[in-house]
T-cell receptor, first 115, second 108 residues
């Protein structure tokens, strides 16, 4: 019952370092998402992939890049980390994009600190 | 920018009390979802409401979607310590727009 798996769970970076957050889902879902969660701000969408081979910007894409490696995997890259990117990052997946009745299934998050 | 305003942001009550959390927007949503999140975990879907005026019940939790599909409420009857957590509403516009969340603490 893995669902959505994120790695790593915790990471500390120095300003300017790069890093890739990994996400994989085993539910054969078409759509995948990356969010960041900050205190008092809920979840904000960074990028999403409606289907394999496509990616689109969300609400807060600046400073991030994504790759939909295959149907299962969707990675998030920080090319040059900044303290403002300190956050908890969540990956999610759903059967299809835009379907009102579909839930999103979330991983347990990656807690990232940028010093 | 579409916004979902959730209130209150923090609620601390005694076991057995009732409470209501509100989720309001000036935008119309095709559906609205409520999620619950526990520390160290991702959000988990509680319910989806689709039709204006719809009411759904999940044990002691009652969810309502406003007639105009711009707002929603979550009412918990006789809260239990196990209800403690972060409650998030999310409006569907193709993408999910999340509210800021309500942190609920139920003390024994």
């Amino acid at each position: 019952n893995a669902g959505v798996t994120q790695t790593p769970k915790f990471q500390v970076l120095k300003t300017g370092q790069s890093m890739t957050l990994q996400c994989a889902q085993d539910m054969n879902h078409n759509s995948m998402y990356w969010y960041r969660q900050d205190p008092g701000m809920g979840l904000r969408l960074i990028y999403y992939s409606a289907s394999e081979g496509t990616t689109d910007k969300g609400e807060v894409p600046n400073g991030y890049n994504v790759s939909r490696l295959n149907k299962r995997e969707f990675s998030l890259r920080l090319e040059s980390a900044a303290p403002s990117q300190t956050s908890v990052y969540f990956c999610a997946s759903s059967e299809s994009y835009g379907d009102s009745n579909q839930p999103q299934h979330f991983g347990d998050g990656t807690r990232l600190s940028i010093l | 920018t579409q916004l979902l305003e959730q209130s209150p942001q923090f609620l601390s009550i005694q076991e057995g009390e009732n409470l209501t959390v509100y989720c309001n927007s000036s935008s119309v949503f095709s559906s609205l979802q409520w999620y619950r999140q526990e520390p160290g975990e991702g959000p988990v879907l509680l319910v989806t409401v689709v039709t204006g005026g719809e009411v759904k019940k999940l044990k002691r939790l009652t969810f309502q979607f406003g007639d105009a599909r711009k707002d929603s409420s979550l009412h918990i009857t006789a809260a239990q310590p196990g209800d403690t957590g972060l409650y998030l509403c999310a409006g569907n516009t193709g993408k999910l727009i999340f509210g800021q969340g309500t942190t609920l603490q139920v003390k024994p």
